[in-house]
């Protein structure tokens, strides 16, 4: 095991009906605030109407931002950061799933800077303050509601990037599994599958003797796999979706790395496909994963058995190890494709015209992963296997 330092300062208020704190729980921080918030869900649903009666409970300016795309755009989160300068913002509000958190982390950061956002992620500067964040959230997916990073999208560019730092974490975050009724199905999926390989990157590691990290992984997958169906089959099944609301965010709140060297390879391939594609990313997840798994399962192919016996329960008997590592990697396809998650590119329109460009800009800084470290040819091979 290697040595660590955990650290997670944000607030989680789980449960049904809990946004009645929500007032009590922004005043601290100040009445001038930014409501950032996607394509109108929480309008439907009634969401953004008990958000704003919270707020003016505690006499508060509220300043909107609504539209936040799926992967969201830098032109966007610079709408953001101009509305917190102009208005004095005092706090940054982000209602709604992982993208909505992801551009509020980056306006609350980009407010407090003195150049371009973009700065962040692509090592120019670093984040030194950011206006402080809450979050209502509204899918389990991303556990952007628990840690400290953001994703964002230049699409001028084609360049997805991340930004990560102590300084926006959320203050608070609140979690009502009723909240995630209203999904529909594709987001759902995309979710569980999100989840699902947030684990995997940090599951899959050449770090040796991690048996309570090793575990903590697997319960998490057990569960999302349990869940994810029910949560499918029914919307309003209350435990499903707060059992995968959870998961959701242990998956990525900082729990899961502590003394383990993790991989992140998958992630950043997908990033450069959704960036060209604006795919969703936890279709593009499904796709690339399992083909990531076949690439680099014989660089420790014990974790691979092990995995396919703990989470998929592989029946080992008259197999060898490779057979039973390749098997859990069926499973692993098969759930995705089960629960109604794209198997390859193609199925999304995409084809073989920017492979070489896709796999340059992931491996631009040098090899990317390190269960296995991939060069551009790997990422090259990977990406045809999932066309």
Not at 333 to 345: D, N, Q
Not at 349 to 366: C, K, P, S, W, Y
Request: proline letters at 4%; one cysteine or more; glycine letters at 10%.
């Amino acid at each position: 095991m290697n040595a660590f330092e955990l650290y997670n300062p944000t607030k989680l208020i789980f449960g049904a009906d809990k946004v009645k704190q929500l007032g009590e729980l922004v005043k601290p921080y100040g009445t001038r605030i930014l409501l950032v918030y996607g394509g109108g869900s929480i309008k439907k649903s009634g969401l953004y109407d008990d958000v704003l009666f919270r707020l003016n409970e505690i006499g508060a300016t509220v300043h909107e931002l609504p539209g936040i795309e799926p992967n969201p755009r830098l032109t966007t989160v610079n709408k953001g950061i101009d509305i917190c300068r102009t208005e004095n913002i005092e706090f940054v509000l982000a209602v709604g799933g992982g993208s909505v958190l992801d551009a509020a982390k980056a306006i609350a950061a980009g407010a407090k800077h003195g150049g371009d956002v973009w700065d962040f992620t692509i090592h120019r500067a670093t984040i030194q303050d950011a206006l402080p964040i809450g979050t209502v959230l509204t899918l389990a997916a991303t556990g952007s509601e628990m840690n400290g990073n953001a994703v964002i999208s230049n699409w001028e560019t084609k360049q997805k990037r991340g930004m990560g730092s102590k300084l926006i974490y959320p203050k608070f975050s609140i979690l009502d599994p009723k909240l995630t009724y209203t999904v529909p199905v594709d987001q759902t999926v995309n979710g569980i599958v999100d989840i699902m390989s947030h684990v995997f990157e940090q599951y899959f590691s050449l770090t040796t003797d991690i048996p309570l990290q090793e575990r903590f992984a697997e319960s998490i997958l057990l569960t999302v796999i349990e869940n994810g169906e029910k949560a499918i089959a029914d919307g309003t099944d209350y435990d499903a979706r707060a059992n995968l609301l959870l998961a959701g965010t242990y998956a990525l709140n900082g729990t899961l790395p502590t003394g383990v060297t993790t991989d992140w390879a998958t992630h950043g391939i997908e990033h450069e496909v959704s960036a060209i594609y604006d795919i969703a990313h936890g279709a593009g997840l499904a796709i690339l994963f399992p083909n990531w798994m076949k690439h680099v399962y014989k660089e420790r192919v014990g974790k691979f058995v092990q995995y396919a016996l703990r989470v998929w329960h592989v029946d080992p008997q008259g197999k060898n190890d490779e057979e039973i590592a390749l098997e859990g990697i069926e499973a692993t396809r098969a759930y995705f494709t089960r629960i109604g998650a794209p198997a390859t590119l193609r199925e999304l329109g995409i084809n073989d015209e920017h492979l070489d460009r896709m796999a340059e800009e992931a491996t631009q800084f040098g090899p990317i992963g390190s269960f296995k470290q991939l060069t551009k040819d790997d990422v090259v091979s990977i990406l045809t296997a999932s066309l």
